[in-house]
C-alpha cells in the first residue's frame, strides 16, 4: 500500500503541529513518493512527481502573483502537495494561495504550531520505505508460492482459482480472442461473471506489449463498471491473453471497499501463469523455446535493451557482438503440383529447419540467435569477417536446407536483410521479412533473396510505415478489388502475371494455364474496370507498384 498525503498527516509529527487542510482535501489519497524541505520560489522544474514540500514560505512572502505562479507550478509537476508552517513568514496561508490551490486541486495544509522539519521528513521516508519492503515481500512470497504450485502440477484454473484468494477480489483470465480462460472470486463465480460483463467491454489504457508492466483501468462512469488492474501475458512471439484482477465493486451496484490492487503484485501473477501455459513435461526444448521468446520478442519489437538482449542471446550460444548482423527469414512453401504441409509435417520441418541452421552456422564460424516465429525460422547472424555477409548466409542457408529438408517437392524461400546494428534489428526483422514476402510471391529462380537487391520494394517499406502505401494500392486497384470480392475468377492473379512478364501476354496466358483468347478477354475486362491502357508504359509501372505494395501488405497483416 503506497503511503497517501492522508496517511502523512496522521503520523505523530503532523498532528502534534496541528495540520489542517485549506484545499485540495479531495485528493488527499494522492500517493507521495518522497518528502523535501525546499525554499525556492522555482523548485518545481526539480521535481519528478509525487513530491511533498515542507516550506515556511519565505521566499514567495508578499507577493500575490509568485505565491499563485508557486502553486501551479507545483501542480504541473505532479506535486502530491504543500504544507506550510506558520510563524515564521505566515500567521495564516495568503488567501491567493488558497484560492489556487483549490482551483488546482494541489491539497495545501498549514500546520499551526513550530514543527522540526527533519523530524517529519525522517518518520514519513522511514514509512514509505517500510511499505515499499512490506510489498516487495509480499510480492516474492506470492511469486514463490505460485512457483511451488507450478512445481507441483497446478493448472491454470488452480492458479487462478489461488489468485483470486489472494487478491480477495474477481481474477479474469482472457486469451487473446478475449475468451474466458479462468476465473475466480471469493463471491463465487457468478458475481465475477456478472462484473465481467460490465467490465469487459470497457477501454483498457496502458502500456499495452510493455515487458513486466501491469496497468490499470480506473472504474467507468457508474459503480456498476469495475476497473481493474492488469497485465498482459505473452508467450513465445505473441501476446497469449490477459489477467484482470477486478476492483470489487459488484454489490448491489456499490463501491466495496477490497483489497488494494498492486501492480507489482499483478505482474508476478502474470509471468505466474505464464510460466504455467509453457509448462510441460517434456523439457528437452527448453533452450529453443528460449531462443523462441527472444526471437518472438524483436518481432514484436517489445524487447529490452539492447545489453540485455546480448547477454540473454549470449546464454543460448549466440554473440551477437561478434561482427556484423543480418536477419534470416526462412519460410516453407510447396513447389509446384505438390501438396501444402500438414500442420505437423510444417512443425516438424521449421524445427528440423531451426536446429540444422544452429548447426551450420557453427560450422562457417559464425555464431546465430535461432528461434521459430509463426511460419517461419528466424535467425539473427553475426559474421566476423566484413563485407562478407551475404555470401555466409546463403552458404549457411543450403547447408541448413540439405540436411532439414527431406520431403519432395518442398522449397525454402529465404530473406535476408541488409547488414544491421544491435541497435537495427527491428529494421532488420522487417527487411527479412519484406524479402521473404518477395520471394515466396516469385516463381522458381533463387532461393535467397536479399532486401538490399529488391529494387523497389525497400521503397514499399518506408511507405508501409504510414497509410501512404495502403491509400495509393487502394486508389489503383479499387475496381479490381471490389470486382474479385465478388466475381470468380479473380482478375488481380490475370494482372499480376501480365505484369510479372512485362507485358508479354503470351508468357502471362503460359503461366496462368489458360488459353490466349481467355487472357485477352479478361485483360480487356481489366481495362475496362480501370479506365486505363494497361500496354502504356506509366501505367504499367504504376500498376506493378501497386501490386507489389498490394503483395508486402498482405503478407505483413497476415490477409489475402
Known amino acids: ?98 484560492e489556487a490551490a483549490d482551483r488546482r486541486g494541489l491539497p495545501l495544509v498549514a500546520l499551526a504550531h513550530e514543527s522540526r522539519f527533519v523530524e517529519v521528513t525522517e518518520v514519513v521516508h522511514r514509512e514509505i520505505l517500510s511499505r515499499q519492503y512490506a510489498r516487495l515481500d509480499r510480492a516474492e512470497r506470492v511469486s514463490r508460492a505460485l512457483t511451488d504450485q507450478i512445481l507441483d502440477g497446478a493448472d491454470v484454473g488452480t492458479l487462478v482459482a489461488h489468485l483470486g484468494a489472494i487478491f480477495g477480489s474477481g481474477v479474469v483470465f482472457e486469451d487473446a480472442a478475449h475468451r474466458v480462460a479462468a476465473l475466480s472470486g471469493p463471491d463465487g463465480e457468478e458475481a465475477v461473471t456478472s462484473a465481467w460483463e460490465r467490465h469487459a467491454a470497457l477501454d483498457h489504457d496502458g502500456p499495452v506489449g510493455a515487458t513486466g508492466s501491469a496497468a490499470v483501468r480506473r472504474a467507468g462512469g457508474s459503480a456498476r463498471e469495475p476497473g481493474c488492474t492488469w ?79 546480448v547477454r540473454r542471446a549470449k546464454r543460448l550460444g549466440a554473440d551477437l557482438e561478434s561482427g556484423p548482423l543480418v536477419v534470416v527469414a526462412l519460410e516453407l512453401r510447396p513447389g509446384p503440383g505438390t501438396p501444402d504441409l500438414t500442420a505437423e509435417e510444417r512443425l516438424e520441418t521449421l524445427r528440423a529447419l531451426a536446429e540444422a541452421l544452429r548447426s551450420a552456422v557453427v560450422t562457417r564460424g559464425c555464431s546465430a540467435l535461432v528461434g521459430e516465429s509463426g511460419d517461419r525460422v528466424l535467425a539473427v547472424v553475426a559474421v566476423p569477417a566484413a563485407g562478407a555477409a551475404s555470401r555466409a548466409v546463403e552458404e549457411v542457408v543450403e547447408v541448413a536446407v540439405d540436411r532439414a529438408v527431406r520431403r519432395q517437392g518442398v522449397e525454402v524461400v529465404v530473406g535476408a536483410s541488409g547488414e544491421a546494428t544491435l541497435d537495427g534489428l527491428g529494421r532488420a526483422v522487417e527487411e527479412a521479412a519484406v524479402a521473404a514476402g518477395f520471394g515466396r510471391n516469385v516463381a522458381g529462380g533463387r532461393r535467397v533473396h536479399h532486401f538490399t537487391e529488391l529494387g523497389t520494394y525497400q521503397l514499399l517499406v518506408r511507405l508501409a510505415e504510414g497509410p501512404e502505401l495502403a491509400r495509393f494500392v487502394d486508389s489503383e486497384l479499387r475496381p479490381l478489388l471490389e470486382r474479385d470480392r465478388a466475381v470468380r475468377p479473380r482478375l488481380i492473379p490475370t494482372l499480376r502475371a501480365y505484369l510479372r512478364h512485362a507485358g508479354r501476354r503470351v508468357d502471362a496466358a503460359r503461366e496462368l494455364g489458360i488459353q490466349r483468347r481467355t487472357l485477352y478477354q479478361r485483360m480487356a475486362r481489366i481495362e475496362s474496370l480501370l479506365g486505363r491502357d494497361v500496354d502504356d508504359q506509366t501505367t504499367r509501372t504504376r500498376l506493378t507498384l501497386a501490386i507489389q505494395g498490394l503483395d508486402y501488405l498482405a503478407d505483413r497483416t497476415g490477409r489475402p
Not at 501455459?277 to 539492447?306: F, M, N, Q, S, Y
Request: proline letters at 3%; aromatic letters at 4%.
Open 231 to 309: 497485465v498482459d501475458i505473452w508467450i513465445r512471439h505473441g501476446r497469449w491473453g490477459r489477467l484482470h484482477v477486478l476492483e470489487r465493486t459488484w454489490d448491489l451496484g456499490t463501491q466495496a471497499e477490497g483489497a488494494e490492487q498492486d501492480e507489482l503484485l499483478v505482474d508476478r501473477a502474470g509471468a505466474a501463469l505464464a510460466l504455467s501455459l509453457l509448462a510441460e513435461k517434456d523439457a528437452a526444448h527448453l533452450a529453443e523455446r528460449a531462443g523462441d521468446a527472444l526471437i518472438g520478442e524483436l518481432v514484436a519489437g517489445r524487447h529490452g535493451p539492447v545489453d540485455e538482449v
Open 1 to 98: 500500500m503506497l503511503v497517501t498525503v492522508g496517511d502523512v498527516l496522521e503520523l505523530e509529527p503532523l498532528r502534534r503541529a496541528g495540520a489542517r487542510v485549506l484545499a485540495g482535501a479531495a485528493n488527499l489519497s494522492r500517493p507521495v513518493r518522497w518528502v523535501h524541505v525546499a525554499e525556492l520560489p522555482d523548485i518545481a522544474h526539480l521535481l519528478e512527481g509525487g513530491e511533498l514540500l515542507l516550506t515556511t514560505g519565505l521566499v514567495i512572502a508578499g507577493n500575490p502573483a509568485v505565491q499563485r505562479r508557486y502553486v501551479d507550478e507545483l501542480a504541473d509537476a505532479g506535486a502530491a502537495g504543500v504544507i506550510v508552517e506558520l510563524g515564521r513568514t505566515f500567521h495564516a496561508v495568503p488567501a491567493d494561495m488558497v
